[in-house]
């Protein structure tokens, strides 16, 4: 599930949580990785523990500035790996969360586990777009409005998840939104 209950179109922001449904398929299952750029994560917890995490991308530093090579070649490679540092398919990810030790016995016992994670996104480059016109009036007067679209894999860029294309699935998607404005998406609609 995805819930965004916060959208600021002067800021460009959003505020949010999401909540993924892991089955482990491995015994003593210690770390979860995840995908997510662009956002900030206030807090994560574990079937209900909090979970301690930490978050690395290292696409947005390829090129160290100690670095004294400055060719494509070098930049490609570089990009290469920092791409690959975090390819789901192969079990990695910006997002790493500890699994507390009270939940490893459930691991071995292939339990399911419930990731909770609170984040926020501002002014993103990518993956959510606002559209705010620069007219008088209110924010649903102007016509103002954020919008996403399936573009490779840019699902990772407003919220955290598993950007995997050999690993799809279903989201929950919840908006709250001023009574002026509309939340529109595909699939079955709750008012």
Not at 136 to 154: D, I, L, P, T
């Amino acid at each position: 599930m995805v819930c965004i209950n916060n959208i600021n179109f002067q800021r460009k922001s959003v505020i949010g949580f999401v909540e993924l449904t892991i089955f482990p398929t491995v015994v003593n299952l210690n770390r979860i990785k995840l995908n997510s750029k662009q956002c900030r994560i206030y807090r994560v917890r574990v079937n209900e523990l909090e979970a301690p995490f930490i978050y690395n991308d290292p696409t947005l530093e390829v090129c160290h500035h100690e670095s004294k090579q400055r060719n494509l070649n070098y930049f490609s490679s570089a990009y290469t790996a920092a791409v690959s540092a975090v390819d789901p398919d192969a079990g990695h990810g910006e997002l790493v969360i500890k699994v507390p030790s009270e939940l490893w016995k459930q691991g071995d016992e292939l339990k399911v586990l419930k990731v909770y994670i609170e984040f926020s996104l501002d002014q993103p480059k990518g993956g959510l777009h606002f559209v705010v016109p620069d007219v008088e009036g209110s924010m649903a007067e102007r016509g103002a409005h954020v919008f996403s679209f399936g573009y490779q894999n840019s699902t990772r860029f407003w919220f955290p998840c598993v950007d995997s294309y050999s690993e799809l699935c279903t989201w929950k998607l919840e908006f709250t939104v001023d009574a002026s404005m509309v939340a529109v998406s595909c699939g079955d609609h709750l008012h």
